[in-house]
């Protein structure tokens, strides 16, 4: 039996539901892993409540105004976890050489800084937060070559890619990379059923747990649409290799095809452990949590092609992909205010896909050849679409 050196991960969005994933794998194998940082928001109660589980070296809060209260719980607590507060803190403990793996699971363009840090260090990274690809995806890619990174994709279908491939490298075989979609709670609906759907309908997703903002984006099909962008860099396959089927049983995550007219798929159930227990082992296989799939019990597997119509998310997603340059952060920008101003009921569910569409519209793409080009382009778009929510509020 082969004897592993244990490995100390920081889990970059600890109190999420990614998380609560990665940390269950991680409690599975104390051999072999340890939580040794834990990062959150602005939960602190949350967090105090996995650092006295799981006893970290450091704990981190982003809302520097919440440090008191997170140093002052772990001290009485009796734990001889270090607080911290504030992006610098995360970005100096993910570069530590004490920290082998990050878990980048921290939702949105806040998660960029520290997942590129842990790239740039040459870290392991299972990499959960789309948006560090979505906004800054050549950077990152060419920051991780350049230092030796591992980047292991953790949402379930780019993780599907990379078991069928055994690594990131889609090679001249492969003909086409397929990615899979649940099609969310309104699939089959037409354009017109969705001007009335609730905060509530969109966050309650068929298949997955998730917090409300990826649910959202899985009701519109954005989630696929950044998840397109995702794959183009993390397989370095272009728009004619890349394609999206709906499929509702969420079962098979996705498929890659190859020129000799093989197609190989990974199936299992919706749970992200798995992505996480395989991002975590690499090349080997480790124990998840996750149980088997029994296809006696799962006889159908349907699939379909996407109602862009419906859904033309996905479709402004395709065009910021072609477009390039920094239009895939203006997409992701806008989405993410329309979505947070849907959650919030300032507007309707057909204003997202509209707002996006007028940020892309307004700011066109120029080449991403630095962060500070991207997030200007992301500081820009979320003021524009914060300017014209004013043109779709809710009644």
């Known amino acids: ?31 072999r892993y340890r939580a040794s940082v834990l990062a959150a928001g602005g939960n602190v109660d949350a967090l105090l409540a996995l650092c006295a589980t799981h006893r970290p070296d450091h704990a981190v809060i982003a809302d520097e105004a919440l440090y008191a209260r997170l140093r002052d719980g772990l001290s009485d607590a009796g734990l001889a976890t270090r607080a911290h507060a504030g992006m610098a803190a995360l970005d100096m403990l993910v570069v530590d050489p004490d920290c082998h793996v990050v ?30 690809l979505v906004l800054a995806g050549e950077l990152m890619i060419a920051a991780a070559d350049a230092a030796g990174a591992e980047i292991i994709p953790i949402d379930s279908e780019h993780n599907a890619i990379f078991q069928c491939l055994r690594s990131r490298q889609a090679q001249a075989q492969v003909s086409r990379i397929v990615l899979t979609a649940s099609g969310g709670p309104f699939r089959g609906r037409s354009r017109a059923e969705l001007a009335q759907v609730t905060r509530e309908q969109a966050i309650a997703h068929p298949k997955w747990v998730m917090g409300p903002k990826i649910s959202v984006d899985s009701a519109t099909l954005m989630n696929k649409g950044l998840e397109l962008i995702e794959a183009h860099h993390l397989f370095g396959v272009g728009r004619d290799r890349l394609d999206v089927l709906v499929h509702p049983q969420s079962l098979v995550h996705s498929l890659v095809e190859f020129v000799d007219g093989s197609t190989l798929a990974q199936l299992g ?117 914060e300017h014209n929510l004013a043109g779709h509020l809710s009644a």
């Open 269 to 385: 159930l919706p749970d992200m452990r798995t992505s996480l227990a395989v991002g975590l082992g690499w090349p080997e296989r480790i124990d998840s949590g996750v149980g088997g799939l029994d296809l006696l019990k799962h006889p159908r597997l349907d699939f379909e092609a996407p109602d862009l119509a419906a859904f033309p998310c996905l479709q402004l997603a395709w065009e910021a992909m072609a477009a390039g340059g920094t239009a895939p952060a203006v997409l992701n920008a806008a989405n993410e205010v329309a979505v947070s101003a849907f959650l919030q009921g300032r507007i309707g569910f057909l204003s997202i896909p509209a707002l996006v569409e007028d940020a892309l519209a307004a700011l066109p793409a120029v080449p991403a050849d630095s962060l500070e080009v991207l997030l200007a382009a992301d500081a820009e778009a979320r003021r524009l679409t």
């Open 1 to 31: 039996m082969a004897v592993h050196a244990s490995r100390n991960v920081a889990v970059l969005g600890a109190t999420g539901s990614i998380g609560a994933s990665a940390l269950d794998v991680i409690a599975r194998h104390p051999e």
């Open 103 to 132: 878990v980048a699971a921290i939702v949105g363009a806040a998660g960029l800084a520290s997942t590129l840090a842990a790239a740039t260090a040459g870290k392991r990274l299972l990499l959960a937060n789309k948006e560090s």
